[in-house]
C-alpha cells in the first residue's frame, strides 16, 4: 500500500500561484502513474493531470497552459505548478498513484482562489 500526502493548498488571488506537493512512501515500488484530480463543491471529481515514470504527462484542457505537473523519483514526490489560477480552479485537490489496477488516494488539499 502506497502513502500519499499533499501540501501546498491555501487562499490565493485570482491570478496568482500556487505549488501543490505529494510526498509517497511505503509500498512504492513499481508505481506507473501519479497526479491529480480535483473535486469542486457540488461537482464530480475529475481528473487534472498525470505523469507516467517515463515523463509522459496529460492535462485537462481547464488547465493547460497554466498547470504543470512535475516528479522527483529520488524524493517520491510529485508537484503540481499552478500559475494564472481562477476561482473555478477552487476545489479539493487530491494526489493519486497507480500500480497495476491498485490506486492509491492522498487525503486532499483544499486550493481556493478568490475573485
Known amino acids: 500500500q502506497v502513502q500519499l500526502v499533499e501540501s501546498g493548498g491555501g487562499l490565493v488571488q485570482a491570478g496568482g500561484s500556487l505549488r501543490l506537493s505529494c510526498a509517497a512512501s511505503?509500498?512504492?515500488?513499481?508505481?506507473?502513474?501519479m497526479g491529480w484530480f480535483r473535486q469542486a463543491p457540488g461537482k464530480q471529481r475529475e481528473l487534472v493531470t498525470s505523469?507516467?515514470?517515463?515523463?509522459?504527462?496529460t492535462y485537462t484542457d481547464s488547465v493547460k497552459g497554466r498547470f504543470t505537473i512535475s516528479r522527483d523519483n529520488a524524493k517520491n514526490t510529485v508537484y503540481l505548478q499552478m500559475n494564472s489560477l481562477k476561482p473555478e480552479d477552487t476545489a479539493v485537490y487530491y494526489c493519486?498513484?497507480?500500480?497495476?489496477?491498485?490506486?492509491?488516494w492522498g487525503p486532499g488539499t483544499q486550493v481556493t482562489v478568490s475573485s
Open positions: 505523469i507516467t515514470t517515463g515523463g509522459s504527462t
Open positions: 511505503g509500498s512504492i515500488f513499481s508505481i506507473n502513474a
Open positions: 493519486y498513484a497507480v500500480q497495476g489496477s491498485r490506486i492509491s
